[in-house]
């Protein structure tokens, strides 16, 4: 698990929701959710570390995250949430993890385009039938999206 979407939650410019999360924010979430234990966040140096551990003092105040109740659907409008609603696609393109590699890669995380190369399906194969644009709950333009994608992964 990604506790932070891959830094993507923690800036205000990068989240879909257009709002900041702090890391104690995003941690508490995770581990609010059912089944979850634990959460492991990568960390790049020391400070990440004291960072990621200054969870463990955090008051319940520092915790709550009960802001998000606040990030309405308009929040997401024309945003790429992952969510996978959109399927399926005629080419058997998985839209949504298409997407989060993309925007993780745009965040600066080294792994992404690793993991996007691995996709049996790239955007690049996107033959713009606009299928899944009618069926997003969030009015993503996902056919020029996946032209954007391409070129960035230089296919
Ligand atoms: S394009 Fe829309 S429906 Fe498809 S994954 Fe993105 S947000 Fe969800
Ligand atoms: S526009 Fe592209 S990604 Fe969307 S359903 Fe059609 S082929 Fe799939």
Known sequence: MKPFGGGQLLNAKTSPFKQALT????????L?????????????NSQD?????SYLDASEEEQD???IGQFTPQNAD???VYCNHCQP?????????????????LAGDEMAKGHYDKLEVKAG????????????????KQEARM????RYFGE
């Open 23 to 30: 890391k104690t924010q995003c941690i508490r979430y995770a």
């Open 32 to 44: 609010d959710r059912p089944a979850v234990l634990t959460v492991l966040p990568g960390v790049r």
């Open 49 to 53: 570390l004291k960072d990621v551990l």
């Open 65 to 67: 995250y009960s802001v």
């Open 78 to 80: 024309g945003i790429c």
């Open 89 to 105: 696609c005629p080419k058997g393109l998985n839209v949504g993890m298409i997407n989060k590699y993309y925007d993780l890669a």
């Open 125 to 140: 194969e996107c033959i713009q039938c606009g299928r899944c644009e009618s069926r997003c709950p969030f009015h993503v």
């Open 147 to 150: 032209q954007e994608i391409s």
